[in-house]
């Protein structure tokens, strides 16, 4: 018999702009004699100043929401939470859009540059924490993820309870997904295409690469409309969802996606507050049925890709400094 693992006690401690509280749960076996010793040893040895310092303000709370003591013993499998000083972010000064919102989800057409969720350093500018803000919904949760430089259509859930029915929709490849970009035209090359290859994602690695073995990442290519400057306007429908799949496919048929700092090769970052050139490609389509409610949905976001448009706005559009990011 499956022994079914006890969830974590709820958060003692508030959100703060939208953001969770860190939780940590004290391993079942080690060295520690106090809390805090696990806690500068976790969070790195130059951490000690800070950690010290949340201890003597009462701000790592145990599961009671009482504060922890600065020299608390070590109780393995304990629960303590607590607030990161999060450092300074460059707003992303684009608006998010609701496409769609019942009670529920919410689906949202998200724009170039904001991280789906808190990740790396893009925490409070992540459209989960501006959506928790703004609509006064804690408890909201990403039913899926967009790559930052990527715009378009994102499904997050209400209720903490129906997460995983609408997960599952994605994970069991429910959800119909068709997105659109502008890259070279290859005219010698027959479309449409199919690619199979298999994706590797390292951690700590910024891009994505094709190695041999069993294909986990498939997707429908082909374009569909012309510019006499050599571009085209791509429809791409993704069968799996590897991380930054279609990037990595458009790249390896000749065509990269316009405005792709990693493929085919890694440039340096795009700086956090550099907002020229957004990458063109964009979640254009959402189609699942409801897996709560029935109802069928049939998503468009509005967005029009600037490159097709007008290329020389895109091309050469303005930057607005900040400090370096690394969140491709």
Known sequence: MTRRRTPPPPSPLPQQGGIDAV??????????ATVREHLVERLGGAR?????????AGLVVGADGAAVAPDAAYVPGMFVWFHRELPAEVPVPFPLEIVYRDEHIVVVDKPHFLATTPRGSHVTES?????????????LGAAHRLDRLTAGLVLFIVRPEERGAYQ?????????????AVAPHDPARAWPVTVRSRILK??????????????????????????????????????TGQTHQLRVHMAALGVPILGDPLYPEVAAPVPAGDFR???QLLARELEFTDPVTGTEHRLRSGRVLESWAS?????????????PGVDQ
């Open 23 to 32: 939780r940590v749960r004290l391993p079942g076996e080690g060295a520690w």
């Open 48 to 56: 000690a100043g800070a950690v010290d310092g949340m201890l003597a």
């Open 127 to 139: 459209a989960l924490a501006r959506l928790r803000r703004d609509l006064a919904l804690p408890a």
């Open 168 to 180: 599952t929709l994605f994970r069991d490849r429910r959800v119909r997904k068709v997105y659109e």
């Open 202 to 239: 390292e951690r700590g690695v910024l891009a994505a690469r094709e190695v041999p073995g069993e294909p986990n990442a498939v997707s429908h290519i082909e374009p569909a409309e012309y510019r006499p400057a050599g571009l085209a306007r791509y429809r791409l429908v993704p069968e």
């Open 277 to 279: 050139r957004p990458l």
């Open 311 to 323: 290329y020389g706005s895109w091309h050469d559009g303005p930057a607005a400094a900040g400090p």
